[in-house]
């Protein structure tokens, strides 16, 4: 089972950010991955005012021990290209990018089947 670190964009509504983070993680895993989300583990851990930087760099270094990185996202045409080639640069060739619009019938599925699931983990820890 490949580890990846899920990474969404922050928009500052902690509600839809945690929500849209949890979404992305059950996709990964109804995908066969090991979802970690730098988001829902590190983000407001640290409230002083280098909190921001301490999240950034503690992100940076779970990116090194991940097999890949998942960049998810539903920017138009030209700010989905600058997303993908900034991931891209910061990550290298272990990004990859999922438009939410493109793939929101299967996250609609993932929330469903949680059974099924469950036996598919199964399965793969028996591999």
Not at 3 to 23: F, H, P, S, Y
Not at 67 to 77: A, H, L, Q, R, T
Not at 122 to 127: I, L, S
Request: proline share 1%.
């Amino acid at each position: 089972m490949k580890l990846v670190m899920i990474v969404t964009k922050i928009t500052g509504n902690e509600e839809n950010d945690q929500a849209r983070a949890l979404e992305y993680c059950r996709f990964a895993t109804h995908k066969g991955a090991l979802p970690i989300s730098s988001y829902l583990n590190f983000h407001n851990i640290f409230m002083d005012e280098i909190g921001t930087a301490v999240e950034h760099l503690l992100t940076l270094r779970l990116a090194k021990q991940v097999d890949e990185i998942w960049v998810f996202g539903n920017e138009k045409d030209e700010e989905k290209r600058g997303l993908i080639e900034k991931a891209c640069l910061e990550y290298g060739d272990r990004a990859k990018y999922f438009d939410a619009r493109e793939i929101g019938e299967e996250l609609l599925l993932c929330t469903m089947f949680s059974e099924e699931l469950m036996q598919r983990l199964e399965e793969m820890e028996e591999c």
